[in-house]
């Protein structure tokens, strides 16, 4: 397990309302905190000290993002670098996609009130654990980075690519994140995880969809 920085863990509120998309929230008792799991194609934000938003990548990645100032931040989880931005109209779909899984978390947040300009994001996954001749968890690392980068948003911390899946804790009050590397166990939960998700992407295609994982 790696302290990243101000890595560690994540809060939302309480009343169910934070710009989330379809996240889990559980009560962990040993920690007394509320967490909040991020699955694939998901987003969530917090404005609460007593939660920890949580999140387990294979080749996807995701953005932790806060506001220091106002204690305000979230994450999203997104599978594929980019979608047709003409061919949307359903939101649980749509983040699947790293353009607007990036848009809609950081566009929330600015309608709850935290500065664009001091937004304090670290990101991690993308690790190619799926044999795969797309290399997409590879693709998701190159669209994330050139996203900051064409946004003007300064990255604070990342732990990308690699082999192995990520356990990601985050915690939006502290901006605190804690990284573990999965083993072999778990690292076959996660590839049939993500294999699941793609099969029922695939199964439901939009305009300008494009291949989730090529021949291996």
């Not at 397990?1 to 994540?10: A, C, P």
């Not at 996807?60 to 979608?83: E, Q, W, Y």
Request: net charge neutral; hydrophobic share 35%.
């Amino acid at each position: 397990m790696t302290h990243l920085g101000e890595l560690q863990r994540i809060p939302a509120d309480a009343d169910g309302d934070n710009g989330r998309n379809g996240s889990r929230r559980f009560y962990d008792a040993v920690n007394a905190v509320w967490m909040v799991k991020v699955l694939p194609g998901e987003f969530y934000v917090s404005a609460s000290p007593d939660e920890l938003l949580v999140t387990v990548l294979g080749s996807c990645v995701s953005a932790c993002i806060r506001d220091p100032r106002t204690g305000i931040g979230g994450m999203n989880h997104f599978m594929l670098p980019k979608g047709d931005t003409g061919s949307w109209g359903d939101e649980q779909q749509s983040a699947r996609y790293g353009n607007f899984a990036m848009e809609k978390l950081i566009n929330e947040m600015l309608k709850k009130g935290c500065s664009r300009a001091g937004l304090e994001i670290k990101v991690f996954g993308g690790g190619n654990v799926i044999e795969s001749a797309s290399a997409i968890g590879s693709k998701n690392v190159e669209f994330v980075l050139h996203f900051l980068a064409s946004e003007g948003l300064s990255c604070a911390a990342q732990d990308l690519g690699g082999q192995f899946p990520r356990r990601i804790q985050y915690s939006p009050a502290t901006g605190k994140v804690i990284r573990k590397f999965l083993g072999s166990g778990d690292r076959d939960s996660v590839i049939n995880g993500e294999l699941e998700y793609a099969r029922s992407l695939t199964a439901k295609p939009v305009a300008g969809e494009i291949q989730l994982f090529g021949d291996t």
